[in-house]
Nanobody
Framework: QVQLVESGGGLVQPGGSLRLSCAAS????????MGWYRQAPGKQRELVAL???????DYADSVKGRFTISRDNAKNTQYLQMNSLKPEDTAVYYC?????????WGQGTQVIVSS
């Protein structure tokens, strides 16, 4: 059984930074693809960034150059460093672990970008 717990969300001004963390339980973290998704009010959940077990990364066009995804397999934790935040980044951010076509989700952490 995999449990994912996000932390690090909050209120930040435009142009500011936040770092999200996602701690995973279980033994499959290091062999799984990890990702961050977000869902804004009235919108569908969308992929923000992902990182494979081999550390290959991919980003949504809207966050390229501003967000950085990383992982620490020794700590079973992934991160999302978010810089130059914009009001349109406001959303609930969800941690995702994918292994053998099974998806696990965290409970989400709210990010609000507002002055």
């Amino acid at each position: 059984q995999v449990q994912l717990v996000e932390s690090g969300g909050g209120l930040v001004q435009p142009g500011g930074s936040l770092r999200l963390s996602c701690a995973a339980s279980g033994s499959i973290f290091s062999i799984s693809t990890m990702g961050w998704y977000r869902q804004a009010p009235g919108k569908q959940r969308e992929l923000v960034a992902l990182i494979t077990s081999g550390a290959w990364t991919d980003y949504a066009d809207s966050v390229k150059g501003r967000f950085t995804i990383s992982r620490d397999n020794a700590k079973n934790t992934q991160y999302l460093q978010m810089n130059s935040l914009k009001p349109e980044d406001t959303a609930v951010y969800y941690c995702n672990l994918r292994w053998r076509n099974t998806n696990y989700w965290g409970q989400g952490t709210q990010v609000i970008v507002s002055s």
